[in-house]
């Protein structure tokens, strides 16, 4: 009996390594291309780990390749687009939560509805229109139209953080003298906290990531988000694959790290309403 | 402290729905004043109306000679407890209580003797430093009536304060609740769903349904008299038993057979119900004097009583409540007859009571 639960604890183990090795093999040999020198990438048979380790690749992301004006780009419209779709977001999510609001299931369905669709659908009439009032090639246009495909996001999303709330502590504070607006302020956006980082992250996420909007909407190296720049780098005449994989590197990190820092919230966030209170 | 005067309350939400048709009440000063209901009857609307969270679509609303339509929660001088206490999180039990005080702007001498007295009213003093995580389900309710009692308001608004409750706290705060409104003869506003909470609290009691009033009385005249079908279902448990019965030669008659003591001026031109009381009935060996025959379906031991359902050849079975040194088995055959005064009768189209 003994032997069959070890048995098949060491089934498991050797299952989930497979499964770990096949998903994080591309990650690992990523992250070792950017450390390789440029003959090692190419070698045949593939050094797996006695190749010459460098930091030139990681040098060139934000000295010579220009690519740190995409990271910066991209820090700018994924931050601004983040922080107004809470912005926008938060107190509406509060709103469609606590108020008799008419038609309400068909507003939420309506705004829902506005994620349907993949982007790439519209993303020629949004270049029309961004052409027709100057927003073509610009960061703003970038940071509106992250903004507008995360707002029914965070409205939705928030709207279920809201709903956990006890609408009994904006009533309590009324009462003792608050206004509406101070009551929410005061009472339920502290205990909102923790959903509106998960929601904000997964908001920074989309837009940190986002590569259509950001390669028919922008053309210029000082507007390009990183996404696009990357992408650029492969189609010359020679691929600098090292260039490529320390870049995709040092963008794939911020996530990471944020979405680290804020692990405990996420978890709270997502869990939060499967303990009846 | 003062009376409430609640004319004709009308209130519909933007969507459409309309959570109160048509209530109007009196509630006197110093009375304990209960609003009994199933959910959506519009009770808790009317309260929240009463507190300013709602805004009524039209009829007004009075506290003392105030007409406070138009006032905002915090100056209609009220103070209300709710279903989830609604204590701040963040802050401990002595400044949960002392938060509305300040923010009425008292000085701080006066705060902390408010504090004490509402602490010691409510025998809070180990609990003054803890957060409201750190309290049972029965504390941060005491708690709550504390921070309702700190404001010394004109009247207090209760919103099925102890629904969360269990059973035997829920009967404890029920004394205390009771204690606490006699000794300081404050106006209370009661909402509850639970009949039992509503009969033992309430100086009088208003049953509503689907947003209107269907009858205002004391416990008694309530649970005696039930003023429409609605009420007869809704108060007592088991429920009264509702019997077709008709006018004969000046008796009332149930279905088979069964004889009731006839009200005075009662209509012969309708279809009538009799509203019994399973107090008001027996079951008896069969071929008892005036009894009719029956049979025992079933018989719930509560202990003390034992109440029996009773098919007798009516429309429904009847339920019977008997002290538990009467035995019958189940599918026994026995009589039943009625014992009680004349029962209360309902007009079976309009479902009011005529007589």
């Known amino acids: ?8 604890a060491v089934l498991e183990v050797a299952l989930l390594s497979v499964l770990a090795v096949v998903m994080l093999f591309p990650v690992l040999w990523m992250i070792e291309t950017s450390l390789k020198e440029n003959r090692d990438v190419y070698a045949v048979p593939a050094k797996l780990f006695n190749f010459d380790v460098t930091l030139d690749h990681y040098r060139d992301v934000f000295v010579s390749s220009g690519l740190s004006v995409a990271f910066l780009n991209s820090v700018i419209v994924a931050g601004a687009s983040t922080v107004l779709a809470t912005v926008l977001g938060v107190p509406a999510a509060w709103a469609y939560s606590r108020f008799a609001v008419k038609a309400k299931k068909d507003q939420l369905f309506f705004i829902l509805s506005t994620r349907f669709m993949p982007p790439v659908v519209v993303v020629i009439p949004i270049f029309l229109m961004y052409r027709y009032i100057g927003l073509i090639d610009s960061a703003l246009g970038l940071i509106l139209i992250y903004t507008a495909f995360n707002v029914p996001f965070t409205i939705w999303m928030m709207k279920g953080f809201v709903d956990e709330v006890p609408a009994e502590y904006e009533d309590a504070a009324m009462l003792d003298g608050y206004t509406r607006l101070q009551a929410f302020r005061k009472f339920t956006l502290p205990l909102l906290v923790p959903g509106i980082a998960a929601t904000a992250v997964f908001a920074l996420i989309f837009s940190w990531n986002e590569f259509v909007f950001a390669i028919f909407l922008t053309s210029s190296d000082e507007v390009r988000t990183a996404p696009p720049a990357i992408a650029g780098l492969i189609g010359g005449t020679t691929v600098d694959w090292g260039l490529v994989a320390a870049s995709s590197v040092v963008f794939a990190l911020p996530v990471l790290i944020f979405a680290y820092l ?9 869990t939060l309403g499967a303990v009846r209170r | 402290m003062a009376g409430i005067e609640v004319t004709a309350l009308h209130k519909r939400y933007p969507d459409g729905t309309v959570a109160v048709e048509h209530v109007d009440l009196s509630i006197r000063d110093g009375e304990l004043f209960v609003m009994l209901g199933p959910s959506g009857c519009g009770k808790t609307t009317t309260l929240r109306a009463i507190a300013g969270l709602e805004r009524q679509t039209t009829g007004d609303i009075r506290i003392g000679d105030t007409l406070v339509n138009d006032l905002p929660p915090a100056e209609r001088d009220i103070a209300m407890v709710f279903q989830f206490y609604a204590l701040y999180p963040h802050l401990r039990t002595r400044d949960n209580l002392a938060f509305p005080l300040r923010a009425e702007g008292l000085p701080k001498a006066e705060v902390r003797a408010r504090v004490d007295e509402a602490a010691r009213l409510m025998r809070l003093g180990p609990l003054l430093d803890r957060r409201p995580r750190q309290l049972s389900g029965g504390e941060q309710q005491r708690v709550a009536l504390a921070r309702a009692l700190v404001r010394r308001p004109r009247a207090f608004l209760m919103d099925e ?4 409750l269990d059973a035997e706290l829920r009967a404890e705060m029920r004394t205390e609740i009771n204690h606490l409104q006699g000794e300081l003869g404050t106006t209370m506003v009661y909402v509850t769903h639970d009949q039992v909470e509503a009969m033992s609290l309430g100086h009088r009691i208003a049953i509503l349904n689907k947003g209107r009033v269907e009858q205002i009385g004391t416990p008694l005249e309530v649970y005696d008299r039930p003023a429409s ?4 279902a809704f108060i007592g448990s088991p429920p009264m038993n509702l019997i077709e019965v008709e006018v004969a030669d000046g008796k009332l008659r149930g279905q088979g057979g069964l004889g009731l003591t006839p009200p005075p001026g009662l209509p012969r031109d309708r279809g009538l119900i009799a509203g019994v009381r399973p107090e008001a009935l027996e079951v008896t060996d069969p071929g008892a004097h005036r009894s009719v025959p029956a049979r025992v379906v079933s018989a719930e031991w509560l202990g003390d009583e034992i109440i029996y359902v009773v098919d007798h050849g009516g429309r429904h079975d009847v339920r019977v409540r008997m002290p538990s040194t009467v035995r019958f088995a189940a599918d026994a055959n026995v009589g039943l ?8 009768v309902y007009d079976m189209s309009t479902e009011e009571l005529v007589a």
């Open chain 2, 161 to 164: 304060p102890l629904t969360n």
């Open chain 1, 1 to 8: 009996m003994r032997f069959s639960v070890r048995g098949r």
């Open chain 1, 262 to 270: 804020v692990r405990k919230h996420l978890v709270a966030g997502v």
């Open chain 2, 337 to 344: 007859r009625h014992t009680g005064g004349a029962p209360a």
């Open chain 2, 229 to 232: 079908l609605f009420c007869a």
